[in-house]
């Protein structure tokens, strides 16, 4: 059986990976599919791929393009969520601050440096008309960490995904002033080039086992109590993030790798742009 190391943040666009390894679908197909959950993010998981403790990660877009192109020999093999991660803005209950302006010039809690929480106060700051490079930040590691830092004042605001952050809004911690959504589609995944070379077969398996268990997702009984139970959600906000996230099993086409790397480019998070086959793995 081969063994392949897959990472991926827990947060429930992952539960399709957890229940298809709960039910053996990938030892069915002679794969020891081994998962590391990564609170941190993709900055971290980036981290991984470059040293070799995973093979795979279900990673950001923008996270993982931005590191392509500074040299992880990785590829992208498919979009995994085609829907826009919804990124919520957050400050501490007690903050100051009340609007989305005013958080200029102000600092933001990030989970790592090239983590999609900085990438998109990037984005979020050239959608506001902000001069990017008088952003700030702090490094956070986690969400408990950005709790700390909004709490004690060490850090502004915190860019998280929406329904995940929900229950910290709905507890009093947080208070979300605005969203922004991603351009593009949001998670893809990626796998070592070594791993591409030399494990092709193991690799084309586990994408067709994903693919199928996403398809299903949806339809499976009771899937919003499991869910919502899981990941510590209301049922209602677990049924209103369902209805607008959509799984996928199509390619990265050229046009939407050109819309990620020219705002990457144009934020100056990127110095060059790569090419389609230097980032993309047609398998």
């Given amino acids: 059986m081969k063994q392949i190391k897959i990472a991926g943040v827990p947060e429930h666009f992952n539960l399709p990976w957890h229940l298809a390894i709960t039910n053996g679908d990938f030892e069915k197909e002679n794969v020891d599919l081994q998962w590391t959950d990564v609170p941190e993010g993709t900055g971290k998981m980036c981290q991984m791929l470059r040293e070799g403790t995973t093979d795979i990660a279900v990673i950001l877009t923008e996270g993982i393009v931005?590191?392509?192109v500074a040299g992880n020999k990785s590829k992208?093999?498919?979009?995994?969520v085609e829907s826009p991660l919804i990124w919520g803005i957050h400050v501490g209950a007690n903050s100051k601050y009340h609007s989305l302006s005013d958080l200029e010039n102000t600092k933001a809690a990030i989970s790592r440096l090239g983590s999609g929480s900085q990438l998109m106060a990037y984005v979020?700051?050239?959608?506001?008309?902000?001069?990017?490079?008088?952003?700030?930040?702090?490094?956070?590691n986690t969400i408990d960490g950005a709790v700390e830092a909004l709490t004690n004042g060490t850090a502004d605001y915190f860019m998280w995904e929406h329904f995940m952050t929900k229950p910290l809004v709905d507890k009093g911690i947080f208070r979300r002033v605005a969203d922004c959504p991603t351009p593009w589609p949001c998670f893809v995944i990626a796998v070592r080039e070594e791993i591409l070379k030399n494990q092709p077969e193991a690799i084309h398996a586990i994408l067709n086992i994903i693919n199928s268990k996403t398809k299903e997702f949806k339809t499976i009984p009771n899937i919003e109590t499991l869910l919502a139970n899981k990941y510590h959600q209301k049922l209602e906000d677990i049924q209103k993030w369902?209805?607008?996230t959509h799984w996928s099993d199509k390619q990265l086409t050229k046009e939407m790798l050109n819309n990620v790397q020219n705002q990457l480019f144009e934020l100056k998070i990127i110095d060059k742009i790569g090419t389609f086959d230097e980032i993309v793995n047609t398998i």
Avoid: H, P, R
């Fill in 66 to 68: 931005k590191d392509i």
């Fill in 76 to 80: 992208i093999v498919q979009i995994y």
């Fill in 124 to 140: 979020n700051a050239n959608n506001q008309g902000w001069e990017t490079d008088q952003l700030q930040f702090e490094i956070v």
């Fill in 242 to 244: 369902l209805s607008l």
